[in-house]
């Protein structure tokens, strides 16, 4: 088995009560309170060559942030930008950030607190780097059934935003643990496929089910940190049913909790399982950017949501204004592609968007042959979006056209 180096640090990211929650554009109040506080988790690991850098932030993401955490990172640590991949676990319930869209709906966020943030992420990364110890690692997968798909076919041709396991679902849970070179555990990363939107658009600070679910992990493991990267979970929601009328609902926070305690239970039993493998093979690391196109919006239709109020009609008017200033929206957009491969032994994804499940369901197939789990993760780096597969267009629904 290979002996790979990795340094383990945390921070604490909660921001002041009264910023904005990121998440919900119709969510116009500020933060009342904080029903759990917000972590990031930074992961330093080497082959005995130079170190890669895995962040994962109970953020919404870092979008329009990512230059600004790489160059704060780098200038801490001298790592390659290209080495350093950035995860948000898509909290609903943690601050604004985006410079455009978030100011153009609140008017207002907190610098302060995001400079200070990406400060202290520098630092926490060269703690990591810094606290790189001999470890062995080990990977494998279970089931867990919190998520189901929220795009249910209607029948005709289209789709409901309604909990569905007849559209495509993804109930894999991937587990990699870090233990010492006498086996003692010091980490456990793991990914799950699930929008963290349990709570609904609540005022309050906190991780969703994700929070709990690290919280489970920890308590059945004392002494390590859990660390949560996001699966391709654009189209996947917590299945909780309405009993009146078969859509979501609501979760309280008991509820929530226990969907995490779930979850960190399926992590548990592949822990547990004596099924893991050796984690074996030097560590490639790639980037790459590609160049995504959308549809262009016409005026006409633009216009028909102007009497729509909220978010809706602020998105329509803000893209009428940018056509009638002759500059309007950008149809290209970059996309980064950042793999990282152990070997054979296992191979991670990092696609900048909120991609539908049926992405890491494609490369599951397709890759499973040449390495023995593959992990696809969205939500990475400089997200630019809803990623939906080609198949889904024709369907419309929110991940398509209607998430303004």
Not at 210 to 229: L, N, Q, R, S, T
Not at 234 to 257: F, H, M, P, V, W
Request: proline share 4%.
């Amino acid at each position: 088995m290979n002996c790979y180096n990795v340094g383990v640090s945390t921070l604490d990211v909660t921001p002041p009560i009264g910023v904005f929650l990121a998440g919900y554009a119709g969510r116009d109040t500020p933060s009342q309170d904080a029903y759990h506080r917000l972590r990031a988790v930074c992961i330093a690991i080497d082959d005995g060559l130079e170190p890669l850098l895995l962040v994962s932030i109970e953020w919404l993401g870092f979008y329009d942030r990512t230059p600004d955490a790489r160059r704060c990172i780098q200038a801490r640590t001298g790592l390659d930008p290209s080495r350093i991949l950035l995860s948000g676990t898509h909290t609903h319930c943690g601050p604004v950030l985006r410079r455009k869209m978030d100011i153009r709906r609140h008017g207002v966020i907190d610098e302060d607190y995001i400079n200070t943030s990406l400060d202290q992420l520098a630092e926490a990364a060269h703690r990591a780097l810094e606290n790189r110890e001999p470890v062995r690692l080990r990977a494998g997968f279970g089931w867990c059934g919190i998520s189901s798909s929220r795009r249910r076919p209607d029948g005709r041709g289209g789709v409901q935003f309604k909990p569905s396991l007849d559209a495509p679902h993804d109930h894999r849970v991937s587990v990699i643990t870090v233990a010492s070179e006498d086996d003692n555990l010091r980490a456990v990363l793991y990914s799950y496929a699930c929008h963290p939107t349990g709570s609904g658009a609540i005022t309050r600070i906190g991780g969703d089910y994700v929070a709990f679910a690290c919280d489970a992990i920890e308590k059945a493991y004392p002494g390590i940190v859990a660390c949560f990267f996001q699966g391709c979970a654009g189209d996947q929601k917590i299945d909780a049913r309405a009993l009146e009328s078969d859509a979501y609902r609501k979760l309280a926070l008991d509820e929530l909790q226990e969907k995490g305690g779930q979850l960190g239970r399926a992590v548990a039993r592949t822990i547990d399982s004596g099924d893991l493998y050796p984690v074996e093979g030097s560590i490639d690391v790639s980037q790459e950017f590609l160049t995504l196109a959308t549809d262009t919006v016409d005026e006409e239709e633009l216009e028909t949501h102007l009497s729509a109020g909220g978010y809706v009609e602020e998105w329509a008017r803000h893209h009428l204004n940018l056509i009638a200033a002759g500059k309007p929206a950008d149809r290209t957009f970059s996309f980064e592609v950042q793999t990282v491969r152990f070997g054979q032994s296992l191979a991670m994804i990092a696609l900048a968007g909120e991609m539908s499940v049926e992405y890491a369901l494609r490369f599951n197939s397709e890759l499973g042959g040449a390495y023995r789990d593959v992990w696809t993760l969205g939500y990475a780096n400089e997200m630019v979006g809803y990623v939906p597969v080609r198949r889904q267009i024709p369907e419309g629904g929110y991940e398509v056209i209607d998430n303004n």
